[in-house]
Structure formats: structure tokens, C-alpha cells
């Protein structure tokens, strides 16, 4: 019997994968196509073409833009048809692979088509979320993004807004204004280490006054 929680956290992550493959080709160019990919339960590995490391606007960018898409709702339709007729409609197909006269179509509409056997959600919302949590070079002009989808996603934010409040409790503050009572202790600590300063200055020269004397 097919884990049908384990099969569907697979099936967003493997959905959001084609969402990140057209936010990249949206943001960065066409020439950004897949050079690999691992689809994991709620977890995803994307390696593409690029020559340099992604700004933080770029990453920032490619995640509003799938997490735009997931919101949106929209259908996702697996057909088959004929490889012609996928080429027609601009589907992707992957450099390297071969395919035979009748191909099987991802088209999430509006978003992206791909040749694709891999098993999919119904609709984009079902992904629930993405994250990008890093963005890292594999070999010579071929980057890597590696995200979380669904209930991963969802950890790693409570996880960190775990992070937040409990520094925000170790300052005494409230986790919207952590920042602003960092910077608070910042300024504290350079006025004390300043008036220790004139006081070690304060010191010594008295010391030297008594040995004088």
C-alpha cells in the first residue's frame, strides 16, 4: 500500500519544484533551466544553470514569486500527448533525457509546462508553503537551491519565531522590538567600555603621581 501522508508531502514538494523552476527562468532568464533535481517528502533539491551566487533580493524574489503562485490556486494538469505537440505548447523538456512519441504534461496554467512522470498535487495551494533555506554552487556555472514545502516549512518558521521570543524574553523586550533593544544594548556597552577606558586613564595617571611623589 502506497503511505498516502508520505506520497502527498512528496507530491508538494515535487509541484513546487516546477513553481521554483519557472520563478528562476521569471527572475534570473531562460538560460536558468534544471541540471537535477531530488524530490524528498516535503523536501526539495534543485540544481540549475547560472554563472554567479543569487543576491538576497534575487533568492527573495523567487520565493514571493512561488509562494504567489501557491496562493493562487491553480490547477495543475497531468495529460498525455504526443512529444511534437508538447513542443508546440513551449512544454520543457529536459536536456540529455530521451523521450518516446507519447509524453506525459505538467501544465500548472499560466505558470510553467514540463515533461514530467512524477507524481503531483491537484492544485498549487496544496503545497501550503515554501522556504528557500539555502543557495549554494555545485560546479562551474550550475547553482543549487534547496527549499522546504508544506509542514517543513511551517517547522522552520515556528522554529525560528521559537528563536525570537526567547531572545526577546532574554532582553527583557517584546520579539517586534528585538532589533531596536539590540541596538539599544550596542550603545550601552560602547558607553560603558568608554567610561572604562577614562577610568583606566584616571588610574594609571594616578599611579604615575604616587611614583613620582
Avoid at 17 to 39: D, I, N
Avoid at 80 to 97: N, P, V, W
Wanted: hydrophobic share 40%; with cysteine; proline share 2%.
Amino acid at each position: 500500500q502506497v503511505d498516502a501522508e508520505r506520497r502527498q508531502a512528496i507530491r508538494r514538494a515535487h509541484t513546487a519544484t516546477h513553481l521554483l523552476h519557472a520563478a528562476l527562468r521569471k527572475v534570473l532568464g531562460e538560460h536558468a533551466l534544471q541540471a537535477g533535481s531530488v524530490v524528498e517528502p516535503d523536501r526539495l533539491r534543485f540544481d540549475f544553470h547560472h554563472r554567479k551566487p543569487l543576491t538576497p533580493e534575487e533568492l527573495q524574489a523567487i520565493e514571493d514569486d512561488i509562494n504567489r503562485n501557491i496562493l493562487a490556486a491553480y490547477p495543475v494538469q497531468a495529460f498525455e500527448t504526443s512529444l511534437q505537440e508538447a513542443k508546440d505548447m513551449g512544454a520543457i523538456a529536459l536536456f540529455g533525457e530521451k523521450y518516446g512519441e507519447r509524453v506525459r504534461v505538467i501544465r500548472i496554467d499560466g505558470v510553467s509546462a514540463e515533461l514530467c512522470g512524477g507524481t503531483h498535487l491537484a492544485n498549487t495551494s496544496e503545497i501550503g508553503l515554501l522556504k528557500i533555506v539555502a543557495e549554494t554552487s555545485v560546479g562551474a556555472n550550475v547553482r543549487r537551491i534547496e527549499a522546504y514545502t508544506g509542514e517543513r516549512a511551517r517547522q522552520w518558521y515556528e522554529e525560528r519565531w521559537q528563536w525570537l521570543r526567547q531572545g526577546a524574553e532574554a532582553l527583557e523586550t517584546q520579539p517586534d522590538r528585538l532589533l531596536a533593544a539590540i541596538d539599544e544594548m550596542k550603545e550601552r556597552i560602547r558607553t560603558l567600555e568608554r567610561r572604562l577606558q577614562e577610568a583606566e586613564e584616571q588610574q594609571a595617571l594616578r599611579q604615575i603621581n604616587e611614583l613620582l611623589q
